[in-house]
């Protein structure tokens, strides 16, 4: 673009060169994304002084930048906010004109605003967003001095006015955290508003200019430059502003900065995001201490210190060090104040952790008695630890208590049904252990188990096998006593197995309750810990995900293994409710298909009772489905001629739909005068929720296990849920002749594990190798 390019009133040569920016064509490198700003800003700086040198904005006059361009970080599609400054021209209408309208028409997003120096001030000191962007202002064209005139008092203002504005400036980045939400654990952050984001390094940046802060360290610089540059490449690949990285746009934005793929991605921007969020949460804090005094309160005396453990104080709201206490000296200091600090709710003063950062050494192995004491105390203290132990990890403490803690920090979980980090969801574990330490004879492990359950993942292998061992190394440095270590193993080895074989396999069966015994060896302290643990894990995964269903499953499941271990007979298995005797004899007396619906337990069971005959699980599961009922079990029972199923079902959304509805349709199904697959088929295009990402689902899979019914085999279906799945898979299994006893639904966020409980015929458990294969293409088939 050339010198006259600006002067001509067309800002179509603007549009232009950027487009050549953004693209300059085949076998020419791309810019980067860091390059691309640079020209971008080079760009709009050389077109807007150009113009205001052709429409004589010299003196009495000055164009400035504020936002994205004022600060150099502009991207591809980012709005451009400019402030004409005047002294009192009378031509500035003339000016503003010729100035806008141009960049209007080529339809280039403008923020703008005219403004004397005693306007900026004053719009400054009345609106937040208007004073944040004034800081930032930067000299385009026209009069230096009158530029630099408004800046120096905007500055002034800032400062002077601080303390009258500090509690609006608070709550507004505490209402943009609630909306927007944390960049660090979002499936999709908003780069720019989201906590962690790019505004709250806007924010660190305002404080440091009233004078109360330091600038931003070089942590929240990379972490500035990582945002800016995922920023640019979502702008560069929509093709338009956006500020929300959408998880179907994250591996070309993976691919565009040469990170590896979307996981990695979310794992450096959680790291970023939480290294930002750190600095404003701090600086909020620091700039409230700091700010000046007057009047009277600036006769009172300084704020006393406080003693509240050994070598612990409060001072001015915060918890920091005694004068007298070391690290060097007293092993269990970092974790005394990280406790107190989680007790008393009393955040943990910046310079006190940067001088435990420099000054604490690693513990020796075994631990000091004193310092695993604070360990357990700073874990039990509930939700207040996750700041605590957030507080602590930004600053390197945490990893040189737990150095194992690197593979799992900022590791973005890799199913739907999880909402934190690997780390974070570890931290939140542990919270929700604290409310259960009172079910268990050994609270310790609980909370200890708790916090490592899952450090194995990040690592190649089985995470409950790699974090067994890890756990066992844990264990050993913090003291533990070689029967502890065995179980705090024990339990991440086995934290899975309680809620997997509640939720997907036949709790009447002998065999069932029989293995799980095995598997802990009788040991029924482990049972108590890894009951409780899964109550923790699950509530700490996400919304919906420690259901009514699950946690009565899993409490008949531990009380049955109790029994067992007691050596006492288990309940015996197989017989009919009243309900379902009564729906049987009223089908062998008129012959019609019967059904209630008991909504006095949570959740529902559904009783169906028909004639015995083919298709008949299908045909129930797809009503149930139409009616929007999450099935969680089916269990047949057969009695005469007569079938005789048992749903567990709870509502997607709503309320439980009228059972006369559910039995009306049901009818017409059997009867052939209502079609249902194609029902379902019309729901599901109307009702099924769309990919986040917009990727294809993960390929079903289907296992087989022999020992884990008794002359039965089950089939576990691992797939991608939909409307009327159990539907068509029912219908898979009775078209191959499969002697189906009872059905298990896991539901995990978008993910199914679906158990099915297959008669093992004349041999027994074993079903042959053709026989699986047909029924395993036939299932894979109806899954996707």
């Keep these: 673009m050339s010198a006259g390019d600006g002067a001509s009133g067309d800002a179509g ?50 164009l400035v930048a504020v936002g994205a361009l004022g600060r150099r970080e502009l991207a591809p599609y980012s709005d451009l906010d400019l402030v004409l400054l005047h002294d009192g021209r009378k031509d500035v209408e003339r000016l503003a004109e010729q100035l806008w309208y141009p960049l209007w028409d080529a339809g280039i997003g403008l923020d703008h605003s005219v403004r004397t120096p005693g306007q900026a001030v004053q719009v400054a000191a009345t609106d937040l967003r208007a004073a944040f962007g004034l800081l930032e202002a930067r000299h385009i064209a026209g009069d230096p001095e009158l530029a630099s005139k408004v800046s120096t008092a905007v500055r002034q203002a800032w400062r002077a006015g601080i303390r009258n504005r500090f509690d609006e400036i608070t709550d507004g980045a505490h209402e943009r955290w609630r909306k927007s939400g944390d960049v660090a654990h979002r499936v999709e952050p908003d780069l720019k508003n989201g906590h962690g984001g790019l505004r709250d390094i806007q924010l660190v940046d305002a404080l440091a200019a009233a004078q109360l802060v330091d600038r931003p360290s070089a942590d929240v610089l990379a972490a500035r430059s990582l945002l800016l540059d995922v920023r640019t490449e979502l702008h560069r690949l929509a093709g338009r502003a956006r500020d929300v990285l959408r998880a179907q746009d994250a591996d070309e934005v993976a691919a565009s900065l040469e990170i590896a793929d979307r996981f990695e991605l979310a794992r450096a921007l959680s790291g970023a995001a939480r290294s930002v969020a750190f600095a404003a949460e ?184 790699v974090g067994e061992s890890i756990a066992v190394q844990v264990g050993r440095r913090l003291g533990l006593s070689d029967a502890d270590v065995a179980v705090l193993g024990a339990m991440v080895r086995h934290h899975l197995l309680l809620p997997h074989t509640a939720t997907r396999r036949d709790l009447d069966d002998p065999t069932t309750i029989a293995r799980v015994v095995e598997t802990i060896e009788g040991n029924g302290l482990l049972l108590d810990l890894l009951e409780a643990l899964a109550e923790a894990d699950s509530l700490a995964t996400g919304p919906g995900v420690w259901s009514p269903w699950k946690r009565a499953l899993i409490r008949d499941l531990a009380l049955r293994c109790r029994t067992l271990i007691a050596g006492e007979a288990l309940p015996e298995a197989g017989t009919l409710t009243e309900s379902g005797t009564a729906l049987a004899a009223a089908v062998d007396g008129d012959g019609k298909p019967q059904l209630r619906l008991d909504d006095s337990v949570d959740p529902a069971t559904v009783t169906v009772a028909v004639t015995n005959r083919p298709g008949l699980l299908a045909a129930a599961a797809g009503v149930l489905a139409l009616h929007s009922l999450e099935v969680h079990a089916a269990q047949l029972t057969t009695t005469g001629g007569v079938a005789v199923f048992t749903f567990t079902v709870s509502p997607k959304f709503g309320g439980l739909p009228d059972p006369a509805l559910l039995r009306s349709d049901l009818i017409r199904v059997l009867d052939g005068t209502f079609g249902l697959p194609e029902a379902l088929a019309r729901k599901e295009r109307d009702y099924a929720p769309m990919s986040p990402s917009g990727e294809a689902p993960a390929p079903p899979r289907v296992l087989w296990f022999d020992d884990e019914a008794t002359g039965a085999v089950v089939l576990e279906l691992r797939g991608t849920d939909r409307i009327g799945l159990l539907h068509r898979i029912a219908t898979a299994l009775e078209g191959c002749g499969a002697d189906l006893r009872w059905a298990r639904v896991a539901t995990l966020g978008g993910s199914v594990v679906d158990s099915f409980c297959l008669d093992g015929g004349a041999g027994g458990s074993r079903l042959p190798d053709s026989e699986r294969r047909r029924i395993e293409k036939a299932v894979l088939a109806a899954a996707v």
């Design 13 to 62: 040569d603007l549009i232009r060169a950027k487009a050549k920016l953004l693209d300059p064509g085949a076998g020419k490198r791309r810019l980067g994304p860091e390059a691309l700003r640079t020209a971008l800003v080079d760009l709009h700086d050389f077109w807007l002084s150009s113009r205001c040198a052709a429409i004589g904005l010299t003196d009495r006059a000055a």
């Design 282 to 465: 701090v600086g909020l804090r620091s700039a409230r201490g700091a700010l000046p005094r007057r009047g009277l309160a600036a006769l009172r005396r300084a704020p006393v210190r406080r003693p509240l453990d050994n070598g612990v104080v409060e001072h001015a709201g915060e918890v920091t060090l005694a004068r007298d206490a070391t690290a060097a000296r007293d092993p269990a200091l970092v974790l005394r104040v990280a406790a107190t600090a989680a007790r008393t709710g009393f955040p943990v003063a910046a310079g006190t952790l940067h001088r435990l950062a420099d000054t604490a050494p690693e513990l020796r192995e075994p631990w000091p008695r004193a310092a695993l004491g604070e360990l357990l105390s700073l874990l039990g203290t509930g939700r207040a630890l996750v700041d605590v132990v957030e507080s602590l990890d930004r600053t390197g403490l945490w990893g040189r208590l737990f150095p194992e803690w690197g593979a799992v920090r900022d590791l973005p979980p890799r199913d739907r049904a999880h909402v934190w980090t690997v780390d974070r969801h570890l931290v939140e574990a542990c919270a929700q252990a604290a409310r259960l330490t009172t079910r268990v004879s050994r609270p310790d492990l609980l909370l200890v188990g708790a916090l490592l359950h899952d450090i194995g993942k990040g690592r190649d292998g089985d995470h409950s096998v």
